[in-house]
């Protein structure tokens, strides 16, 4: 019996090749995309899960009042840790920690330069984050201060073997011993490295990190902390404030412990932890999923249910000859397993293709694939065969419940669920236009955010940053040999830079917070700054400390009218500054920030990097003579440097990664949609054979029968719009809501997208009208 219906199921696919095509392309897209995204998710929700003691490991906050909200900063004093361990009993370990790039000199390479992901940390790190040592071990880890521990694969990169203990690695001028070599850490961690070194060793802050003034600087060290199983962490955050009140004197300040399994998703928390992502999008992209699989079920249903009107006389014979209701059911069961084991072949094929594209696009790992995790390929297959039988079981249910009298009279009502098919065309339509007007939307605000007027020239300007002491000792020589070099326009040092960690400061005397930056002369005509108000410095200001530069933003707050800032005094805790000058406006942050009040200093000292704008023409050339110079001047060292758009985009690097994201599943959902209402469409117009072919004899031509099949898709068109609209004004204007300067909603985008979609109803209806339009009248009305 079995074979039979394999049989049957075969040649049913065969005899109707383009329904099975339809349906096996879409539900391959429903659960290649579904398996893409759940891939994804798996990613984003097993950040840091790797670590043993993860549910005692806590990141301390601090929280501060800016005048316009309340800012969480990860970055805080290096005093705390060592005394919040040795004053609170429920602290079993601490760590502080900086993840940054470091420039390190492999000794026995050929004394080669690289540029590495590394962690900073105190030794007690290796007590509660977990690492999987290759070569070495735990206890023999960090013994001497001059330890490195190094990653697998940058093991083999330098030196070709894994047992490399005892080889030299330079940083910062000084030598380091390998004493480890771990695994590679997983992809979802927040704190990736390939290197892990003593922070106390190679952080050129260490000094500051105790002592008299250290409970009031913040070197960029995140603090993390081990806890006791049976401590109360509300308790231990009473301990912790009251310890930094005591010692810091600063009490508008608050500390908290946030759970290491929330640092992933910390978006409102400044520090330097890469691949954040917003808990938001997880919600988005799983509901994203899930509309795709439910639109390529409710496909593959309504091309079941247009094809049961052609197998009609098929299945009211089967009855007639004694066919029993399960054997209708295991005959439709047999064909959409055999429909879904095709599609689930073709979607882990799309998986395996699409993924690595994905991630490139995105510039983020999501996963190994889906045949290395053999759990999830069984996962996915035993998931396939429940899609196969919700797709069988209502198609079955029909068949099984209809007269044998009305089937084999050629009644095409045998099959008629109407109601069912309709609400299945407007949920994909839904659908559809709250795909494309989000993702449209979303795409003008990052349209707006990186290319709106940003109050400085980003484009074409080169950033070379960690300066060493050979360049800063020789800071006019190697200026004034940029300014000779062909295609370098202008030059100038600078302390802060967009994308960079800001200097602020609060003051009693004011509401709001200052942002400090400092730069040399010709700062504002590299940036392509305008001085609104005043003049710039000259040369016989940078002996001054009394004279200001300050922003239009700082001057409006500072209650000066337009033109009428420079010349007046800026007081400060009873010391005056002299406002010489009001540069524009501008964002060196997102512009999910609002603009700071600033104000610029000439600076009396070199900075670690200087930002050089270039004209344009023969970037490549012109950067190998800036690296000739640098060489020449530091005595061989090669430069480190970016350019400041780059810079800016990064800014905005979790967003462009979850739009890309949603334009490319947009895309998905649209196609399944199309295929979705296509089958619709057909099953619509099966419906009505008869209808249409009277009305061709009695004259009727083909726009009039176009009419009529249309009328009913205008009113499934008008009920979905008027569901979609309010869905999309509302999210999309929560979601906008979150920038501090962000487009209007663009109600065109809405009308654009319900043109399209009308489009595409009509161009559905349209394919199968004529089909039925040219069938001969008689082939419809024949009685048989």
Same mark, same amino acid.
């Given at each position: 019996m079995?074979?039979?219906?394999?049989?049957?199921?075969?040649r049913?696919?065969?005899?109707? !090749?383009?329904?099975?095509?339809?349906?096996?392309?879409?539900?391959?897209?429903g659960?290649? $995309?579904f398996?893409i995204?759940?891939?994804?998710?798996?990613n984003e929700?097993?950040?840091?899960q790797?670590?043993?003691? !993860?549910?005692?490991?806590?990141r301390?906050?601090q929280a501060?009042?800016?005048?316009y909200?309340?800012e969480?900063?990860g970055?805080?004093?290096s005093?705390?840790?060592?005394?919040?361990?040795? $004053?609170i009993?429920?602290?079993?370990?601490? $760590?502080?920690v900086s993840?940054?790039?470091?420039?390190?000199?492999?000794q026995?390479? &050929?004394?080669?330069?690289?540029?590495?992901?590394?962690?900073a940390?105190?030794?007690?790190? *290796?007590?509660?984050?977990?690492?999987d040592f290759?070569?070495g071990?735990?206890?023999?880890s960090?013994?001497?201060p001059?330890s490195?521990l190094?990653?697998?694969?940058?093991?083999l990169?330098?030196? /070709?073997?894994?047992?490399?203990l005892?080889?030299v690695?330079?940083?910062?001028?000084?030598?380091?011993?390998?004493d /480890?070599?771990?695994?590679?850490l997983?992809?979802a961690?927040?704190?990736k490295?390939?290197?892990?070194?003593?922070i106390?060793t190679?952080d050129?802050g260490?000094?500051?990190?105790?002592?008299?003034?250290?409970?009031?600087?913040?070197?960029?060290?995140?603090?993390y902390f081990?806890?006791?199983?049976?401590?109360?962490?509300?308790?231990?955050?009473?301990?912790?404030?009251?310890?930094?009140?005591?010692?810091?004197?600063?009490e508008?300040?608050?500390?908290?412990?946030?759970p290491?399994?929330?640092?992933?998703y %910390?978006?409102?928390?400044?520090?330097?932890?890469p691949?954040?992502?917003?808990?938001? +999008?997880?919600?988005?992209?799983?509901?994203?999923?899930?509309?795709?699989?439910?639109?390529?079920?409710f496909?593959?249903?309504?091309? =079941?249910?247009?094809?049961s009107i052609?197998r009609?006389?098929?299945i /009211?014979?089967?009855?007639?000859t004694?066919a029993?209701?399960?054997?209708?059911y295991?005959?439709?069961?047999?064909?959409?397993?055999?429909?879904?084991? @095709?599609?689930f072949?073709?979607?882990?094929?799309?998986?395996?293709?699409?993924?690595?594209?994905?991630?490139?696009?995105?510039?983020?790992?999501?996963?190994g694939g889906v045949?290395s995790?053999?759990?999830?390929?069984?996962?996915?297959f035993v998931?396939?065969?429940?899609?196969?039988?919700?797709?069988?079981?209502?198609?079955?249910y029909l %068949?099984?419940?209809?007269k044998?009298?009305?089937i084999?009279?050629?009644?095409?009502n045998?099959? %008629?669920?109407?109601r069912?098919?309709g609400?299945?065309?407007?949920v994909?339509?839904?659908? @559809?236009?709250?795909?494309?007007?989000?993702?449209?939307? =979303?795409?003008?605000q990052m349209?707006f955010?990186?290319?709106e007027?940003?109050? @400085?020239?980003?484009?074409n300007?080169?950033v070379?940053?960690?300066?060493p002491?050979?360049?800063?000792?020789?800071?006019?020589?190697?200026?004034n040999?940029?300014?000779?070099?062909?295609?370098?326009q202008?030059?100038?040092?600078?302390?802060n830079?967009p994308?960079?960690?800001?200097?602020?400061a609060?003051?009693?005397? +004011?509401?709001?917070? @200052?942002?400090?930056?400092?730069?040399?002369l010709?700062?504002f005509?590299?940036m392509? &700054?305008?001085m609104?108000?005043?003049?710039?410095?000259?040369?016989?200001?940078?002996?001054?400390?009394?004279?200001?530069?300050?922003?239009?933003?700082?001057?409006?707050?500072?209650?000066?009218?337009e033109?009428?800032a420079?010349?007046?005094?800026?007081?400060?805790?009873?010391? %005056?500054?002299?406002?010489?000058?009001?540069?524009n406006d501008?964002?060196?942050?997102?512009?999910k920030?609002?603009?700071e009040a600033?104000r610029?200093?000439?600076?009396?000292? *070199?900075?670690?990097m200087?930002?050089?704008?270039?004209n344009?023409?023969?970037?490549?050339q012109t950067v190998?003579?800036?690296?000739?110079?640098?060489?020449?001047?530091?005595?061989?060292?090669e430069?480190?440097?970016?350019?400041?758009?780059?810079k800016?985009?990064?800014?905005?690097k979790?967003?462009?990664? &979850?739009?890309? &994201?949603?334009?490319?599943?947009?895309v998905?959902? =649209?196609?399944?949609?199309?295929?979705?209402l296509?089958?619709i469409?057909? +099953? $619509?117009?099966?419906?009505?054979?008869k209808?249409?072919?009277?009305r061709?004899?009695?004259?009727?031509g083909?726009?009039s *029968?176009?009419k009529?099949?249309n009328?009913?898709?205008?009113?499934?068109?008008l009920?979905?719009v =008027?569901?979609?609209v309010?869905?999309?004004?509302?999210?999309?204007?929560n979601?906008?809501?979150?920038?501090?300067?962000? *487009?209007?909603?663009?109600?065109?985008l809405?009308?654009?997208?319900?043109?399209?979609?009308?489009?595409?109803i009509?161009?559905t209806?349209?394919?199968?009208?004529v089909?039925?339009?040219?069938?001969?009248?008689?082939?419809?009305?024949k009685?048989e």
């Amino acid at each position: 019996m079995l074979r039979n219906y394999i049989k049957v199921a075969f040649r049913n696919l065969r005899r109707n !090749k383009l329904y099975a095509s339809l349906n096996i392309l879409g539900l391959s897209i429903g659960l290649g $995309s579904f398996f893409i995204i759940y891939l994804f998710l798996q990613n984003e929700l097993a950040y840091d899960q790797f670590h043993e003691k !993860k549910d005692r490991i806590y990141r301390v906050n601090q929280a501060k009042d800016r005048g316009y909200g309340v800012e969480l900063n990860g970055d805080l004093t290096s005093a705390l840790a060592p005394a919040a361990k040795e $004053s609170i009993p429920e602290i079993e370990a601490f $760590s502080r920690v900086s993840n940054d790039e470091l420039d390190i000199v492999i000794q026995e390479s &050929m004394d080669s330069l690289d540029h590495v992901k590394s962690l900073a940390v105190d030794p007690g790190f *290796i007590d509660f984050f977990d690492l999987d040592f290759l070569v070495g071990s735990k206890s023999s880890s960090f013994n001497t201060p001059f330890s490195i521990l190094i990653s697998e694969s940058q093991a083999l990169r330098y030196y /070709g073997l894994t047992d490399v203990l005892g080889k030299v690695i330079v940083i910062n001028e000084k030598r380091l011993l390998v004493d /480890g070599v771990f695994k590679d850490l997983p992809n979802a961690t927040s704190l990736k490295a390939d290197i892990i070194v003593p922070i106390k060793t190679v952080d050129l802050g260490a000094k500051y990190m105790e002592g008299p003034g250290s409970w009031r600087t913040g070197l960029g060290h995140q603090t993390y902390f081990l806890i006791r199983n049976d401590a109360s962490i509300s308790g231990i955050e009473q301990k912790i404030n009251d310890l930094y009140i005591e010692n810091s004197k600063r009490e508008d300040d608050v500390l908290s412990l946030e759970p290491l399994a929330n640092v992933h998703y %910390s978006l409102d928390t400044i520090d330097t932890i890469p691949e954040k992502t917003d808990r938001q +999008y997880v919600f988005i992209f799983s509901v994203v999923a899930g509309f795709i699989l439910l639109c390529a079920i409710f496909n593959y249903i309504s091309l =079941a249910l247009s094809q049961s009107i052609e197998r009609a006389k098929e299945i /009211g014979i089967r009855k007639v000859t004694g066919a029993r209701k399960s054997q209708l059911y295991k005959q439709f069961f047999f064909e959409s397993v055999i429909h879904v084991f @095709f599609s689930f072949v073709l979607g882990i094929v799309l998986v395996e293709f699409l993924l690595p594209l994905l991630e490139n696009l995105i510039e983020r790992r999501i996963s190994g694939g889906v045949f290395s995790q053999p759990v999830l390929l069984l996962k996915g297959f035993v998931f396939s065969i429940i899609v196969a039988l919700l797709c069988s079981v209502y198609p079955a249910y029909l %068949s099984t419940r209809v007269k044998v009298v009305n089937i084999l009279k050629g009644s095409n009502n045998s099959f %008629s669920s109407k109601r069912l098919i309709g609400a299945i065309s407007v949920v994909q339509i839904i659908v @559809f236009v709250v795909l494309v007007c989000v993702s449209f939307t =979303a795409n003008r605000q990052m349209h707006f955010m990186r290319n709106e007027n940003l109050g @400085f020239d980003r484009e074409n300007q080169l950033v070379i940053d960690k300066l060493p002491r050979a360049i800063k000792s020789k800071s006019v020589v190697f200026k004034n040999q940029l300014l000779k070099t062909p295609g370098v326009q202008s030059a100038s040092y600078f302390r802060n830079l967009p994308g960079t960690q800001m200097s602020q400061a609060g003051y009693g005397d +004011y509401d709001f917070m @200052f942002t400090d930056y400092g730069g040399d002369l010709d700062f504002f005509e590299t940036m392509g &700054m305008t001085m609104l108000d005043g003049r710039n410095y000259v040369a016989a200001d940078t002996a001054r400390e009394d004279l200001v530069v300050i922003n239009a933003t700082l001057a409006k707050k500072l209650g000066y009218e337009e033109g009428l800032a420079a010349g007046q005094d800026l007081v400060i805790r009873n010391e %005056s500054k002299r406002i010489i000058g009001v540069v524009n406006d501008f964002h060196f942050f997102s512009k999910k920030q609002p603009i700071e009040a600033s104000r610029f200093y000439a600076i009396r000292y *070199i900075p670690s990097m200087i930002v050089l704008k270039l004209n344009g023409e023969n970037l490549g050339q012109t950067v190998e003579r800036i690296n000739e110079v640098y060489r020449k001047v530091s005595g061989g060292s090669e430069a480190s440097f970016f350019f400041l758009d780059d810079k800016i985009d990064a800014l905005y690097k979790q967003e462009n990664v &979850m739009i890309t &994201m949603l334009n490319t599943f947009t895309v998905i959902a =649209a196609l399944v949609a199309f295929i979705g209402l296509f089958g619709i469409a057909g +099953y $619509s117009v099966k419906r009505r054979l008869k209808e249409m072919g009277i009305r061709k004899v009695l004259g009727a031509g083909f726009l009039s *029968i176009q009419k009529t099949l249309n009328v009913s898709s205008v009113w499934k068109l008008l009920i979905a719009v =008027a569901i979609a609209v309010p869905v999309v004004v509302y999210w999309m204007d929560n979601w906008l809501s979150s920038f501090a300067y962000r *487009i209007e909603m663009p109600v065109f985008l809405i009308f654009g997208a319900i043109a399209v979609a009308s489009l595409v109803i009509f161009i559905t209806v349209s394919i199968h009208s004529v089909k039925a339009y040219l069938i001969n009248p008689v082939e419809i009305l024949k009685d048989e």
